[in-house]
């Protein structure tokens, strides 16, 4: 079974609307992390955002947010005021700490195009 | 910091020859990994050492897949004999506690 699903092959988003990439995560483990990385065109990984299975508040950075359900295991990244530097590849990822080392899952990937 | 170091960018080789990928993590970083990134599979983990230690290879496709890493500083993932199947991109990457840091990744090309 896919441990991280990204549902979302591709989006569009106009400039200056918020968007939501979806991301579900399948685990048993009581203690994992989420991220999102995004990837621009030039290739680099850049990290966006982290948040902790046992966090108490959904984690921001700048115009990104992560929208934390645990009981429905999603962890969906918002991103406000759409830029045209946002367009790139987005991806989720998660580690699980008790069941799987140190390693991380990588979901297949959202593209996301901002619009002009 | 630098960030991690990774070299060459982009390599093109014949099907047939040996391949070296490089990787300088960031200094004091404990975990390093190793990923391919193509567009069918998107990332795998290929393997990922812990004090310079092999702790899973489990990604490793094949035999032709060897990693090493000799000290903290320095780690190699190496294809003989390559095949154009292995064409994507390699990224290393270093953490330490909940913190990961991606190289620039290595373009992989065989031809």
């Known amino acids: 079974a896919q441990k991280i699903t990204q549902t979302q092959p591709g989006m569009f988003v106009q400039e200056k609307e918020a968007v939501t990439l979806d991301c579900t995560y399948d685990t048993s483990d009581p203690s994992y992390g989420l991220f999102w990385y995004k990837q621009p065109s030039s290739g680099e990984m850049i990290f966006l955002i982290y948040?902790?299975?046992?966090?108490?508040q959904n984690a921001t950075e700048g115009r990104y947010s992560l929208n934390f359900q645990k009981a429905r295991k999603s962890a969906n990244l918002v991103i406000s005021a759409s830029q045209l530097g946002d367009s790139a590849m987005y991806f989720c990822a998660m580690r699980e700490e008790n069941n799987a080392g140190n390693m991380l899952t990588f979901g297949g990937g959202t593209r996301l195009m901002v619009k002009p | 910091d630098a960030g991690v170091i990774q070299s060459p960018r982009h390599e093109v080789t014949e099907m047939g020859q040996e391949v070296t990928l490089r990787c300088k993590p960031i200094?004091?970083?404990?975990?390093l990994f190793w990923y391919r990134q193509t567009m069918m599979r998107g990332l795998e983990l290929l393997i990922y050492?812990?004090?310079?230690?092999?702790?899973?290879d489990s990604g490793m496709p094949e035999d032709r897949f060897s990693a090493k890493m000799p000290n903290a500083s320095f780690s190699t993932l190496k294809i003989q004999p390559s095949e154009p199947r292995d064409s994507a991109v390699y990224f290393c990457?270093?953490?330490?506690?909940?913190?990961?840091?991606f190289g620039s990744g290595t373009r992989l090309t065989v031809v």
């Open positions: 050492f812990n004090n310079n230690v092999p702790i899973d």
């Open positions: 200094s004091g970083h404990d975990y």
């Open positions: 948040q902790g299975s046992y966090d108490q």
């Open positions: 990457a270093s953490s330490l506690l909940r913190g990961y840091t």
